[in-house]
């Protein structure tokens, strides 16, 4: 038997929010994003983005100058260092891909750009040309992937801290010296960045994981067999089926998603045939946990007198 999800009116606003994904996912209709929001409706908006991480709105057949101004009233759009934009709107990024342009480095579970000190608050996607077929969005719910850990391993991520770095991006820069003299301009300008393992949401307070296959390198004071161990653990969280919501594009669909709590997969299924989007990114703060970080003195400590007790013990210690 088919379940029809709930549909939830806006007191203020003749907007609905209809629930479509489990563990986040609404779409919201009754809002014609070509005019400028109300306050009651950017404050219904941005409740729905809360609560849901991703928003959906069909049938948008607005500019790309709507969809910044839409963009601009969560806050400051972004200049993506390295993806492809038009020199005359840096802070757009276009999508465009076919047989003579393959899609590159997305398909990969992924929060935007968390190799920034503060990493984007949302991003925003719309559609214009979609294929057939295949084109999909995955997105995944870090915060329900946090909640489906185990007590113990919430208790023991929670102090932990992760370093992120632009890694995909450094396949774009040749071997010869020019190619290297610019590597190591982006480098100066986006050294690795430092972020808690897991995120406190600065609206909702929800905690999520914040750690991704496609920027995250390493926990921070830990051994690189032990790291590389948690980090794939935490990883495979965002590909559970529960936790996601698979969306799919048809033309003039823009999809808002919440950069904080949220992973996203887009499938190259597709090519070689076309597919057209657009996107703006709205500029976030730094991350924090309420959870206090592990303090990297105790660490040590912690090593220097294991390293004594081994000595003492011919290599034996008790265990922990």
């Known amino acids: 038997m088919s379940q029809t999800m709930p549909t939830e009116a806006s007191p203020a ?44 709105f069909r049938d948008q057949d607005i500019s790309t ?45 992924h929060s935007d750009e968390t190799f920034r000190v503060e990493p984007p608050l949302g991003t925003i996607l719309r559609a214009l040309i979609v294929p057939d077929y295949g084109g999909d969005t995955l997105f ?57 393992v897991v995120r406190t949401h600065p609206v909702s307070g929800r905690k999520a994981l914040f750690v991704n296959p496609q920027f995250t390198i390493a926990i921070k004071g830990m051994d690189e067999a032990e790291s590389r161990a948690i980090l794939e653990l935490l990883f495979h969280q965002a590909e559970i089926p529960e936790y996601q919501f698979r969306h799919h594009w048809k033309p003039n669909t823009l999809v ?23 996107r703006i990114t709205i ?16 660490i040590r400590t912690r090593k220097g007198a294991r390293a004594i007790s081994q000595s003492a013990h011919g290599g034996h210690a008790p265990k922990d």
């Open 140 to 196: 995944a719910s870090m915060a329900a992937a946090y909640e489906g850990l185990s007590d113990h391993m919430q208790h023991f991520v929670s102090g932990l801290e992760a370093i992120h770095d632009f890694k995909p991006f450094r396949q774009l820069f040749d071997d010869d010296a020019e190619s290297r003299t610019r590597l190591r301009q982006f480098e100066d300008r986006y050294p690795p960045a430092v972020h808690p």
């Open 283 to 298: 500029k976030g703060d730094r991350p924090y946990s309420d959870m206090p970080a592990i303090d990297a003195d105790v």
């Open 65 to 109: 100058e709507d969809q910044k101004a839409f963009g601009r009233r969560f806050g400051e759009l972004t200049v993506h260092p390295f993806a492809p934009s038009d020199s005359e709107a840096p802070d757009l990024i276009v999508f465009d891909n076919d047989a003579d342009n393959p899609p590159w480095g997305t398909d990969v579970w």
């Open 256 to 278: 808002f998603w919440d950069n904080r709590s949220v992973q996203h997969y887009a499938i190259h299924d597709y090519y070689p045939n076309r597919r057209k989007l657009e």
């Open 13 to 56: 606003t003749d907007i609905m929010v209809r629930k479509v994904g489990a563990a986040c996912g609404a779409e919201i209709e009754g809002t014609d994003l070509s005019n400028e929001l109300d306050d009651a409706t950017f404050a219904a908006v941005h409740d729905a983005l809360i609560e849901h991480q991703v928003i959906v």
